[in-house]
């Protein structure tokens, strides 16, 4: 009767639905915050189960006792139908426990997401600040320049006479232009002294059009592919929510989710879902349908985690790339000779470059999230082990 009664109580138990978990989607998260928040509810969870496991053994090993003192083939076979009924029962309990686990994983999943969105979000815009091809050229190209545009007033003047003039596009085109305006220069009727004032007003605009014209053209070409590969992985996060909350019947895409703050419709298609796999759990004849429903849940953390890898290197590489970028524009050896005639957009762009490497290692860069710990949290897997 012992046995039976402890029976009875943890089966009341255990058919009581998945626990309530913290499942809301702060957006001032960090990863760090979610992965501490998931490691402590798995912790909570498989604590509060200790009790059900010790319970049930305690159960099942006094069934397996009188079993051996069983004197007739009745009181036998009574026991052995309460011990298939106690191993059933921790069968249901071990799911169950899995079931908990994997709605926290995949609610931290859902938040892990988010705040990816978040990060590609803010990444996007951060392309879109970047300076434009236009104004990237014009710092390089002495056309821009009001010095260089009054030498080539006055030998515009005299290539008239000498029925002579530059074609339009050539005369925009930084070397023809330049390498023109120096051979008119030279070839003018002003005196020694009046061409080599006119050299001294424009040769840091040349020097500096000259050695940097080709670094910034590489500083944009090279941003617009970062842009573009955001905007890949962008996509790439879209369709990773779109396969995540598949399984759960979501249909609302990403950033329609975002724009209509749509995360309790979200939590509620998931708790539907949980719900039915609680069934399924609870019904030995659909033990098929409960792991089929297990599985899809835990093939979407996966997928996550594949997009998070991608990211990262993706962080890893734009780093690299800004890196490279702050390398090119510190090379130019005449800046402190020619401080007074450098565009003033060219510092603004070396902040700009300083400015993002920083982002990249540090407010791009979800550094925690990567190596064995989130594994470790997410599956279970200790590596050492």
């Not at 879109?128 to 056309?143: D, G, I, K, R």
């Not at 902040?351 to 540090?362: A, L």
Request: proline share 2%; aromatic share 10%.
């Amino acid at each position: 009767m012992k046995a039976l009664l402890v029976f009875t109580l943890i089966h009341s138990a255990c058919i009581q639905p998945l626990r309530a978990f913290h499942d809301e989607f702060p957006p001032e998260s960090t990863f760090d915050q979610i992965l501490l928040e998931l490691e402590s509810e798995i912790t909570e969870i498989r604590i509060s189960y200790q009790q059900e496991y010790r319970t049930l053994g305690l159960a099942i090993e006094e069934v397996r006792q009188n079993m051996l003192m069983a004197q007739t083939t009745a009181d036998l076979v009574r026991l052995i139908y309460r011990k298939d009924h106690l191993l059933e029962l921790l069968d249901i309990t071990k799911q169950t426990e899995y079931a908990d686990i994997s709605k926290v994983r995949y609610l931290k999943g859902l938040q892990l997401i988010r705040l990816l969105f978040e990060k590609m979000l803010s990444l996007d815009h951060h392309f879109e600040a970047v300076t434009t091809f236009s104004e990237m050229s014009a710092m390089a190209n002495p056309n821009s320049f009001e010095a260089f545009n009054e030498v080539k007033g006055i030998l515009q003047q005299q290539q008239k006479k000498s029925n002579f003039d530059l074609p339009d596009l050539l005369g925009e085109n930084i070397y023809t232009s330049v390498v023109h305006s120096m051979v008119s220069l030279f070839n003018s009727g002003q005196s020694r002294k009046e061409k080599e004032a006119a050299i001294k007003d424009i040769e840091c605009i040349l020097d500096f059009s000259l050695n940097m014209h080709q670094d910034l053209n590489t500083i944009y070409f090279e941003t617009a592919f970062l842009k573009s590969s955001s905007d890949d992985l962008l996509d790439g996060l879209e369709e990773l929510f779109r396969a995540y909350t598949l399984p759960i019947g979501y249909q609302n895409s990403l950033e329609k989710c975002r724009a209509m703050d749509d995360w309790d419709a979200l939590k509620e298609a998931l708790n539907q879902y949980l719900n039915k796999m609680q069934s399924a759990i609870l019904d030995p004849s659909k033990s098929d349908q409960a792991f089929k429903l297990q599985v899809n849940l835990e093939f979407s953390i996966d997928r996550l985690l594949q997009f998070i890898a991608q990211y990262n290197n993706f962080i890893d590489q734009g780093a690299k790339f800004y890196q490279k970028f702050a390398i090119m524009l510190s090379s130019y050896e005449n800046e402190a000779l020619c401080r007074g005639q450098i565009p003033g957009e060219f510092e603004v762009l070396r902040q700009k470059i300083t400015n993002s490497i920083d982002k990249f290692n540090n407010a791009y860069k979800p550094a925690e999230i990567n190596g064995s710990k989130l594994k470790e949290v997410l599956y279970g897997i200790n590596e050492f082990d």
